[in-house]
């Protein structure tokens, strides 16, 4: 196996997600598989979907041969840095305008849409008593 060339991190890796730029994951180490698209028997589409991320799984459940992760070693380019985070930090925001209004509003009475159902139960059951 060729030495490890360098770190990356999740977030460096998933920047190289396309058609001419297709790096992928296995199991922590990082493979730029982007002069294999044409020559992968599964066809590119199965890379593609892969590309910029983690596809351990996606590989194993392929069952790939010896001779496969063989010929991986070719495409090797380093390492997963282990104190990357798994999962890029996703940016979150308070709702503005309306959907504030909306959330305080449902927030807040809350108890008034259970007190209609629960009459409606309870007035469905007494008419269907009647019948």
Not at 18 to 25: F, G, Q, T, V
Not at 58 to 73: I, N, P, Q, Y
Not at 89 to 116: F, H, S
Request: glycine share 8%; hydrophobic share 35%.
């Amino acid at each position: 196996m060729p030495s490890i060339s360098a770190l990356y991190s999740i977030e460096e890796i998933s920047r190289h997600s396309s058609n001419d730029d297709c790096w992928i994951i296995i199991d922590g180490k990082v493979y730029d598989l982007t002069s294999y698209l044409d020559e992968h028997p599964g066809g590119d589409d199965v890379i593609i979907a892969a590309t910029g991320r983690d596809a351990t799984d996606d590989f194993e459940d392929a069952g790939h041969s010896k001779d496969t992760r063989e010929l991986m070693k070719k495409f090797y380019i380093g390492e997963l840095d282990p104190s990357s985070s798994a999962i890029p930090a996703l940016e979150t925001k308070e709702p503005d305008g309306y959907a504030a209004q909306v959330q305080t509003l449902t927030k807040q009475y809350w108890g008034i849409p259970i007190a209609v159902l629960g009459i409606s139960v309870v007035l469905g059951w007494l008419y269907l008593l009647k019948k």
